[in-house]
């Protein structure tokens, strides 16, 4: 079973808690409620119906709490956490996440697919339109790119569009990443992403959520789990939203929550730019550069995947190398004897100032 739960919860104790959080309209809430009136899940499964309605319960919940079928979920979700990778993090946990724990509505279980300890780093988190266009894809990997390859950990929501092009800009420079879904942890959505989920976690990152490990797709989850998004993140970077994104519902809260909220502009004729735009006009920062953002957290030591990065010298080596001839990003990692997550991390800069450029598949600098 996972040391997660360790500190100080008997098995017995712990299964209690998993039978409460199956039970249908209990959220965070009244699950805290519950626990605060009774001292122990245990103790509340045991007391009387009327006990619960005193609390201003509905039957709702209180009914099934002796069921079989909730026991079984309860049997089953330890079973599950044998496996070594799998963890249950509590909200009286010392190891749970210390700035989501500052949520009125934290949720009271986390379950945790990979490395629990990923919760605790510094995090930013990068969204956006599940529709977004081929730029926009690029720009949410670079800057993905560019912070993972800088120590920060990547955290988003796994979904089409812009979560997965920043959960593999992440990978790519062999650095961290968060998934937090709006399903089960047992009921990957949407599938497409079934591989980039498990490379998450192979790669020493984690898929999180406070959902029943068998819960399916339902459509008032995903805004549900946007809390969760900003409230593990110092910032929250919206690359390309329309109006109606849920995008703009994570921005919205990390504002709440006393996060840092970014916005990328674009063009006044693109759908896609128009709640980025509204985003800057309510008092995001407007990003052209990954800059502003580390100007907003410098306080925050992000450690890089492969240690402390040094700042290149001037005149540019990398620049130098391309002007002579195109080359790999590996092969600039063999002849300038950088590391290949440093190589990626300068070249994304040196993309975004428009220095060098990717064609067919190389690197060449541009003059100027």
């Known amino acids: 079973m996972s040391q997660s739960f360790s500190y100080a919860i008997s098995p017995a104790e712990c299964e209690a808690r998993l039978r409460l959080h199956s039970l249908p309209e209990l959220g965070p809430r009244r699950f805290r409620k519950l626990l605060t009136a009774f001292d122990s899940a245990s103790a509340a499964l045991s007391a009387p119906a009327s006990a619960w309605r005193a609390l201003g319960l509905p039957a709702a919940c209180a009914e099934p709490r002796r069921s079989a079928e909730v026991r079984e979920r309860a049997s089953a979700a330890l079973a599950w956490l044998e496996a070594d990778a799998h963890h249950l993090l509590m909200w009286d946990d010392p190891a749970y996440p210390g700035l989501l724990a500052e949520l009125n509505d934290a949720p009271p279980l986390l379950f945790v697919a990979g490395d629990p300890g990923l919760l605790e780093r510094p995090q930013l988190a990068v969204v956006g339109s599940r529709r977004a266009s081929r730029p926009g894809l690029d720009t949410a990997q670079r800057f993905a790119r560019s912070l993972a390859a800088g120590g920060f950990v990547i955290t988003s929501g796994l979904a089409l569009g812009i979560d997965g092009a920043a959960h593999r800009g992440a990978l790519e420079v062999a650095g961290k990443t968060v998934a937090v879904l709006g399903t089960g942890l047992q009921c990957l959505y949407p599938a497409r992403h079934t591989q980039l989920a498990a490379d998450i976690v192979e790669q020493g990152g984690a898929l999180v959520s406070e959902l029943p490990l068998e819960c399916p797709p339902h459509a008032s989850n995903f805004p549900r789990r946007n809390r969760i998004i ?139």
């Open 230 to 368: 900003s409230g593990l993140s110092l910032g929250v970077l919206v690359v390309e939203a329309s109006p109606s994104s849920g995008s703009l519902i994570t921005a919205r809260l990390a504002a709440e929550q006393g996060r840092e909220v970014y916005a990328i502009p674009g063009s006044i004729h693109h759908p896609g730019a128009r709640g980025c735009h509204q985003l800057i006009r309510d008092g995001a920062t407007l990003v052209e550069s990954i800059e502003h953002i580390l100007e907003a957290l410098r306080g925050w030591q992000a450690q890089p995947p492969g240690g402390p990065l040094s700042a290149p010298p001037q005149p540019h080596p990398l620049l130098d190398l391309l002007h002579a001839a195109p080359h790999s990003s590996e092969a600039l990692a063999t002849a300038s004897g950088w590391p290949l997550s440093a190589v990626l991390a300068a070249l994304t800069e040196l993309e975004l100032d428009g220095r060098v450029a990717c064609e067919a598949g190389c690197w060449v600098g541009r003059a100027g």
